[in-house]
C-alpha cells in the first residue's frame, strides 16, 4: 500500500542489527566521560548503556554502528520518530528567520496555536505556552486551578508521574523520586487509581473502576475523611510510568461528573498519553469527555524541540498579564516543527493507524502473557504498552529483575524499552507512533525471546 511506503521510508529497514554487543568500544569512551564529568542522576545510559550517533524514523545508531529498534521512543517525545523530514524542514526554515521572541506572536506561533486548537476539543478555547517540559504545564495547570478557584488543595492519583519540578514531582508517587527530598508542597493528597490488575480494593475485578471513583466521591463528600475541597483533581488519561494502567472510560466519566458536582477544575494530564499514543488525539476521548485544563508536552515539539502548553475553557482565562511568565515560551523552532508535525499526523491519520498497529500487537502480547508462567498481565492501547513481570502468577509477586532483564538483553539484540510501574516490574513499550508494523513484530518477537531465557534459566 502506498500508505504503508511513506511510514516505512522513514526508518532503517535492515533493523536491528547489532554488529558489537553494547556498549562497543566507539560507546564506552564517550560513556566514560560522561561518567566523570556529568551528573549521577544520570539514569537512561545506566540502564541502555550505549552512545548514540544518529536517528531515523523508529530507528536509532550509536557509536558502534549498531542498528536499534527504538521501542521507547524518547519517553514517549518522539511520536513521529527520529529525523522527520517534514518536520525538520519546517525547523530549518524557521531558524534562519527568527529563534525565540518571548511571548511576542509572530506568523509562526500563530499556526502553531491554529493547529493546536484544530485538534483540542472546542471546549478548550485557550491556550497557554510553558516552559521547555511537561513538568512546566504541570506546574501551569495547577497554578492556573489555584488562582481561579482560591483553594490549594490538589488531588492526585496513586501510580501519577506527573513531573520533577516542586510542584508536579508532589504531585508524583514514585518513592524513588521523593525520598529524601522533605515535603514539596501542601494540600496535596492522593487517592487510588483503577489499577485492575492490582485491585486495590478488594473488590471483584470488573467493579475496580467504579469502586475508585465512589472513593474519590467518598473522600470528598465525608468531613472526617481528612480531605478538604480541592482546587483541582488532576490524572493522567493512561498513567504512563506507573505502568501503563488503562483506564475503563466510565471512570474518566465519573471523574468529569464528581468535579461538575463539587465545582472542582479536572485536570487531564496528556503529556506522554496525548497527541495520537493512544490511537486518538487524547486520551480522554475515549471516555467521551472534556476536562477543563489538558497539559501537553512530550511530542508536541514534532521532533523533541522542547514545548509545553496548557489548553482549558474559557472561564478559567482570569489571570493577568504577567502573572505567570517563562523565558522559553517562545521557541519559535519548536512552534514550527510542532505545527508541522501535528499537521503531518493528521493528514496521515496516525493516531487511527497507532490503534490499528497496537490492536495487532496486542494479540501477540496476549499469548506471550497466556504462554509464559512469568508474565502477569499485557496490557496497552494503541501504541502504550506494556508487559508485567511476576515471579508467579498466582500470588502476583513483583519481578523487578525480571523486567531490567528484558530491557538489558533486549537491548544487547538490538530494542530498546524501559522500565516502569509501582514495583519497576513493567517492561514498557512506546515505539515512535511511525513505526512499521514489521518492525514493531520484530521488535516484539525479541522481547519474546528474553522472557523465554529467563524463564529457562539462559540469561541473568
Not at 511506503?5 to 568500544?25: T, Y
Not at 482560591?150 to 513531573?163: L, Q, S, W
Not at 529524601?180 to 489499577?195: A, C, D
Not at 500487537?361 to 513481570?389: D, H, T, Y
Amino acid at each position: 500500500m502506498e500508505e504503508e511506503k511513506i511510514f516505512a521510508e522513514l526508518s532503517i529497514k535492515d533493523a536491528p542489527d547489532i554488529k558489537v554487543v553494547p556498549p562497543g568500544p566507539a560507546s564506552k569512551k564517550i560513556l566514560d566521560y560522561q561518567n566523570k564529568n556529568e551528573s549521577s542522576a544520570v539514569s537512561y545510559s545506566k540502564g541502555m548503556p550505549m552512545a548514540l550517533k544518529s536517528g531515523k524514523g523508529a530507528t536509532l545508531v550509536d557509536e558502534d554502528d549498531n542498528i536499534y529498534i527504538d521501542m521507547f521512543g524518547g519517553a514517549g517525545v518522539m511520536a513521529l520518530g527520529h529525523s522527520h523530514p517534514v518536520v525538520l524542514e519546517a525547523a530549518h526554515k524557521q531558524i534562519d528567520k527568527i529563534t525565540h521572541t518571548l511571548d511576542i506572536p509572530t506568523s509562526t506561533r500563530q499556526e502553531m496555536v491554529s493547529v493546536m486548537k484544530s485538534i483540542l476539543p472546542n471546549e478548550l478555547s485557550r491556550i497557554f505556552f510553558g516552559g521547555p517540559t511537561g513538568s512546566d504545564a504541570v506546574e501551569q495547570a495547577v497554578k492556573l486551578a489555584k488562582f481561579y478557584t482560591g483553594r490549594n488543595g490538589i488531588i492526585a492519583f496513586e501510580g501519577a508521574y506527573h513531573g520533577m519540578t516542586g510542584v508536579s514531582l508532589a504531585l508524583t508517587t514514585d518513592s524513588a523520586h521523593r525520598d529524601g527530598i522533605g515535603e514539596l508542597v501542601p494540600g496535596v493528597q492522593f487517592v487510588p487509581y483503577p489499577y485492575v490488575y492490582r485491585n486495590p480494593f478488594g473488590c471483584p475485578d470488573e467493579k475496580v473502576n467504579e469502586q475508585a471513583a465512589d472513593n474519590l466521591e467518598r473522600v470528598l463528600k465525608d468531613t472526617h475523611s481528612g480531605y478538604s475541597k480541592p482546587a483541582a483533581i488532576i490524572l493522567e488519561g493512561v498513567q504512563g510510568e506507573g505502568g501503563t494502567i488503562i483506564p475503563d472510560p466510565i471512570f474518566l466519566q465519573r471523574v468529569r461528573t464528581i468535579c461538575d458536582k463539587h465545582d472542582i477544575i479536572m485536570i487531564v494530564d496528556e503529556i506522554q498519553s496525548g497527541l495520537g499514543r493512544t490511537g486518538k488525539m487524547f486520551a480522554f476521548e475515549h471516555a467521551g469527555i472534556v476536562p477543563d485544563i489538558v497539559t501537553i508536552s512530550k511530542a508536541l515539539g514534532g521532533v523533541g524541540f522542547p514545548i509545553s502548553a496548557i489548553a482549558y475553557r474559557e472561564k478559567f482565562d482570569k489571570w493577568p498579564a504577567g502573572k505567570t511568565i517563562g523565558t522559553f515560551r517562545g521557541n519559535m523552532i519548536a512552534f514550527a516543527a510542532g505545527a508541522a508535525g501535528l499537521k503531518w499526523m493528521v493528514e496521515n491519520k496516525v493516531p487511527e493507524r497507532a490503534l490499528e498497529l497496537g490492536n495487532k500487537a496486542m494479540k501477540v502480547l496476549k499469548e506471550i502473557e497466556r504462554e509464559s508462567s512469568i508474565v502477569g498481565e499485557a496490557r496497552g492501547i494503541g501504541l502504550m504498552l506494556a508487559i508485567e513481570m511476576v515471579k508467579d502468577k498466582k500470588t502476583k509477586e513483583p519481578a523487578s529483575d525480571y523486567a531490567k532483564m528484558i530491557r538489558k538483553y533486549a537491548h544487547q539484540r538490538g530494542v530498546m524499552i524501559e522500565v516502569g510501574g509501582h514495583h519497576n516490574n513493567v517492561a514498557r513499550l512506546l515505539p515512535p507512533l511511525v513505526i512499521t508494523e514489521e518492525l514493531l513484530m520484530k521488535g516484539i518477537e525479541i522481547i519474546k525471546g528474553v522472557i523465554k531465557d529467563i524463564e529457562e534459566g539462559k540469561v541473568k
